[in-house]
């Protein structure tokens, strides 16, 4: 089989072929963890926007997890969980209802009154109501975590060709050079790329921008997330910011986040880092007085539904797509690496599959 893309989609799904004994290929046009690998702040987080997607990104975490004692130090591994943050009443019957939502799927959950936030977080600035701790999520280094993954596949029955795909046949793909790479099965795992390969698949970029600064060891201990990050995150047509903070083991923060939809140019656009940037000012003032040491950009594959794409492509008998995942690929990679193994092998899957099925976003789906 060839998969295209080595990004971490593509290397979670190379080490699950090749460990199930499947001979694979991955063709990757840049460098392994590129794309939105590298764009993204590597929070592997559960979500409940709707049932399909907290079964994935739960399922997917407790894969991470089992895989923790396996990473090496470059991937940063940090069990640091995540606290969302209440700034009104309103946002705390948010945190009432996911705290009830989580418990009843049996993921941990606290309650945090302002009180033990500010000992959470002291840095966070008076006058929060409070939050919701969930202290399983985590934090890894994507980048490194994406070469990890395809080293494991190269161990065993994987090779890696680096070359651009310009198109796919029913008996592999075609490279640049005009040169045929022959497979029974092809992974389409190629990001925003994977429309100009797949056409009549609805999916759209959408821009985002982070900031990392110098090391600051201790100064946030959590991920730390706006709940008004879930009104941002349903912002489909308009840019949009939200506070979000990451610690990582190094001492440095990264800060998000920001969405622009209809946007081309990968340049960084100086009015979105300072929006961003003043938001999460109103957190954590003294941010204010910090320096940042990089910004930088990166597009992320988003469907009209905000679930992946994980399955065969309508009407073509040996293709296979597994993107769209926007800003949860990082999170969901592993689970996406299992569910299409299962269905390469016609096995039951631990989660339904059908919410992930190409067939919902595809064009000819509709006509």
């Not at 975490?61 to 009443?89: F, H, K, N």
């Not at 002291?122 to 993954?149: K, Q």
């Not at 959408?206 to 090391?215: A, Q, S, Y």
């Not at 990264?254 to 960084?268: A, H, K, Y």
Request: hydrophobic share 45%.
């Amino acid at each position: 089989m060839v998969i295209i893309g080595a990004g971490i989609i593509g290397a979670a799904c190379a080490r699950e072929c090749a460990l199930a004994g499947l001979r694979v290929a991955v063709v990757e046009a840049d460098f392994v963890g590129g794309g939105a690998t590298a764009a993204g702040m590597g929070h592997i987080v559960v979500m409940d926007d709707s049932e399909p997607q907290f079964a994935l990104t739960r399922y997917s975490q407790q894969l991470w997890r089992e895989l923790a004692s396996e990473l090496p130090a470059d991937v940063e591994y940090m069990a640091c969980g995540t606290i969302w943050v209440a700034a009104d009443e309103q946002e705390m019957q948010e945190v009432r209802r996911k705290h009830d939502f989580y418990g009843a799927r049996r993921v941990p959950t606290e309650i945090l009154d302002p009180r033990a936030l500010y000992e959470a977080e002291p840095h966070l600035r008076p006058g929060l109501v409070g939050a919701l701790l969930v202290p399983e999520d985590l934090v890894i280094y994507a980048p490194c975590a994406a070469r990890f993954l395809l080293r494991q596949a190269q161990a065993r029955n994987c090779d890696l060709h680096m070359g651009t795909v310009k198109g796919i046949r029913e008996d592999g793909v075609v490279l640049q050079d005009g040169s045929v790479l022959q497979a029974g099965t092809v992974v389409n795992a190629a990001g925003t790329w994977a429309k100009e390969l797949t056409p009549g698949l609805e999916m759209r970029p959408r821009k985002g921008h982070l900031v990392i600064t110098d090391r600051y060891p201790g100064f946030v201990r959590h991920q730390l997330v706006e709940l008004g990050y879930l009104k941002s995150a349903h912002t489909l047509t308009a840019e949009s910011f939200a506070f979000n903070v990451q610690p990582r083991i190094t001492g440095q923060l990264l800060i998000g986040s920001s969405r622009q939809f209809g946007v081309e140019e990968t340049s960084v656009d100086n009015h979105i880092i300072a929006g961003m940037l003043a938001r999460a000012c109103q957190y954590l003032p003294e941010l204010s007085r910090m320096s940042a040491i990089r910004c930088w950009t990166g597009f992320r594959a988003a469907t009209p539904d905000k679930l992946p794409v994980i399955g065969k492509c309508p009407g073509h008998e040996h293709l296979y797509l597994a993107t769209g995942h926007e800003g949860l690929g990082i999170t969901t990679s592993l689970g996406t690496a299992r569910l299409l193994l299962d269905q390469l092998l016609n096995r039951a899957p631990a989660i339904p599959l059908e919410p992930y099925l190409p067939g919902r976003v595809m064009e000819t789906a509709h006509a």
